[in-house]
């Protein structure tokens, strides 16, 4: 008998802050994250505006920043999101074996040190057109920090955690890009309920504001060029809108059996009950456009959880504000649910925090959780045009008072991963 799956911990780093309820506060008010990059030169760049986590440091969790000075943005992001979900959950109280709690990360990569890269591609074309790799790797011996390399490989923020909290089961961390998150959130819960581990803390970080990065997503052209009003730029499901917002962040949940967290007394947050992953098997920076692998994904979810079609809530969209992903996801939630597709509200935060790309889904089902706790729906901010081929119910501007016992959420990542998730109220 499989064992139920409840969350008990609940910890965040965004572009709208780092305290639960703070960041709750203005999601539901509908404040924006997004602003203008600063953590580099975007001037020369079609895309200048990002969601970026700004006025925070390690400290905030009792951490000495100085101490983190060689880790990146995305470990020191993930290190604060997990110590608040720790802490929240009660857990260290707990006397849990170590050897039955584990991490698994949904972790992008270390952010690239662009300038030194310069300098060494400097250094080697000084002679000439032609690159002397001689030269370009003295000055990169010289130059780069052991510490800081290594910590570019996305594996490095789970093996921080595993260290700091003591944990010694499983360690695991997936690179599925925008589905990255909720596949370890959804991958976690199995290891507990197949009695792997008793608990999980599980989740994501990224940050790709660097230049390598924008300059990647502006040759997809997957960005967001509304650069004269940062703050109406993601515009998920609406029929102006123009490509995503880079985001920053990490989020992080702690996973317990049920009967663990029952015992100890813990507050739950809700119970995860489905879970889907497929793979598109079409093209890597396109989802299907009949939406099959997002169709099989959320029946996979619904299965899973024996839930029926008329049991879902709400759903929080992947809702990228990109033209092919928001008119596919609708398509696919319509092929789901037929004509009550049109009864199911459906958001996408990523309006007002961003795409936090690999982090993405784990900061959604955060939000999941709080919509269940208090009945209230974040809102999809900037939608003001209908696109005929997005004609659902994104619960426009402002959020709403609804009850909200039974929520999916999607994740589709570049490579055509798709992972859905279905969360319901804990009711014993």
Known sequence: MRRRVVITGIGLVTPLGADIE??????????????????FDASNFPTKIS????????????????????????????????????????????????????????????????DRFTQMMVA??????????????????????PTT?????????????????????????????????????????????????????????????????????????????????????????????????????AGMVVLESLEQAAARGANIYGEICGFGSTADAFR????????????????????????NFDEVDYINAHGTSTIVNDKVETLAIKQVFGERAYKIPVSSTKSMIGHLIAAAGASEVIFCLLAIRDNVLPPTTNYETLDPDCDLDYVPNVCREATCNTVLTNSFGFGGQNITLLLKQFTG
């Open 22 to 39: 703070t960041v709750w506060r203005r999601l539901l008010a509908g404040e924006s994250g997004i602003d203008y990059i600063t953590l």
């Open 51 to 114: 969601a970026e986590v700004r006025d925070w440091d390690l400290s905030d969790v009792g951490e000495n920043p100085e101490d983190w000075k060689y880790q990146g943005r995305h470990t020191r992001f993930a290190v604060g999101a997990a110590k608040k979900a720790v802490a929240d959950s009660g857990i260290e109280d707990a006397k849990i074996d170590p050897t039955r709690f584990g991490i698994y990360t949904g972790s992008g990569e270390g952010q690239q040190d662009f």
């Open 124 to 145: 080697g074309l000084s002679g000439g057109d032609t690159l002397d790799l001689a030269r370009f790797t003295k000055v990169g011996l010289e130059s780069l920090h």
């Open 149 to 249: 390399e290594l910590e570019q490989e996305p594996n490095m923020p789970a093996g921080h955690l595993a260290s700091l909290f003591g944990t010694q089961g499983p360690n695991i961390n997936c690179l599925t890009a925008c589905a990255a998150s909720s596949q370890a959130i959804g991958e976690a819960a199995e290891i507990i309920r197949r009695s792997e581990a008793d608990v999980m803390l599980a989740g994501g970080t990224h940050t790709m504001i660097h230049p390598f990065g924008v300059t990647g997503f502006n040759l997809l052209t997957a960005l967001s060029t509304h650069n004269d009003e940062p703050q109406k730029a993601s515009r998920p499901f609406d029929r102006n809108r123009d490509g995503f917002v880079l985001g920053e962040g």
């Open 284 to 307: 890597i920076t396109d989802t299907h456009p009949e939406g099959r692998g997002a169709i099989s994904c959320i029946k996979m979810a619904l299965a899973d959880a024996k839930a």
